[in-house]
T-cell receptor, first 109, second 116 residues
Framework: DAKTTQPNSMESNEEEPVHLPCNHS???????IHWYRQLPSQGPEYVIH???SNVNNRMASLAIAEDRKSSTLILHRATLRDAAVYYC??????????FGPGTRLSVLP | EAGVAQSPRYKIIEKRQSVAFWCNPI?????LYWYQQILGQGPKLLIQ????????DSQLPKDRFSAERLKGVDSTLKIQPAKLEDSAVYLC??????????????FGQGTRLTVV
């Protein structure tokens, strides 16, 4: 399975944008980039996914580098509820979700 | 839409005892996963079912763990006998993944197992 690298932790102030980076230098052409997050005492929940183009949804935006070797999850205005562990996952055809340790995001009031 | 239901939420057992977890996936979801999450780590896949058939159980410790999916709907995960290192949160997830390989997975809240 392809590997991703994320910072262990990040901090943000409430109502400010947050940029969560993910490196995936060994990504293959058919790997989708998925982001999930896990709130305290909850199971992971889907945030967003993309292949080549930048993606937006009600929760976040996903910016994908032109060479696809990195991506950034963007939370436009962090709230206290966004404090969670964020996982960047590559998923190709026939593969399963392989979670790394993720990035623990702290949001300061 | 009802989410993935798991029970119990918490379980404390002594080592060498047996334990079972239950999962009811979202209605109509063909794919069901069991994950183990040790404190401070990301979830690790134990087993994946497609309908009632096993697709991937390569990381399931088969000497003590077993799982089944009844009639392609509910699933149970059993540990017998439990070891101290089995203390973790056991997460069930389901997806409509069939021909599409990027279907969103929906997770339950998990069962926190403590082995003493």
């Amino acid at each position: 399975d392809a590997k991703t690298t994320q910072p262990n932790s990040m901090e943000s102030n409430e109502e400010e944008p947050v940029h969560l980076p993910c490196n995936h230098s060994t990504i293959s052409g058919t790997d989708y980039i998925h982001w999930y997050r896990q709130l305290p005492s909850q199971g992971p929940e889907y945030v967003i996914h993309g292949l080549t183009s930048n993606v937006n949804n009600r929760m976040a935006s996903l910016a994908i580098a032109e060479d696809r070797k990195s991506s950034t999850l963007i939370l436009h205005r962090a709230t206290l509820r966004d404090a969670a562990v964020y996982y960047c996952i590559l998923m190709g055809y026939g593969q399963n979700f392989v979670f790394g340790p993720g990035t623990r995001l702290s949001v300061l009031p | 839409e009802a989410g993935v239901a798991q029970s119990p939420r918490y379980k404390i057992i002594e080592k060498r005892q047996s334990v079972a977890f239950w999962c009811n996936p979202i209605s109509g979801h063909a794919t069901l996963y069991w994950y183990q999450q040790i404190l401070g780590q990301g979830p690790k896949l134990l087993i994946q079912f497609q309908n009632n058939g096993v697709v991937d159980d390569s990381q399931l410790p088969k000497d003590r763990f077993s799982a089944e999916r009844l009639k392609g709907v509910d699933s149970t995960l059993k540990i017998q006998p439990a070891k101290l290192e089995d203390s973790a949160v056991y997460l069930c997830a389901s997806s409509s993944r069939g021909t599409g390989f990027y279907s969103e997975a929906f997770f339950g809240q998990g069962t926190r197992l403590t082995v003493v």
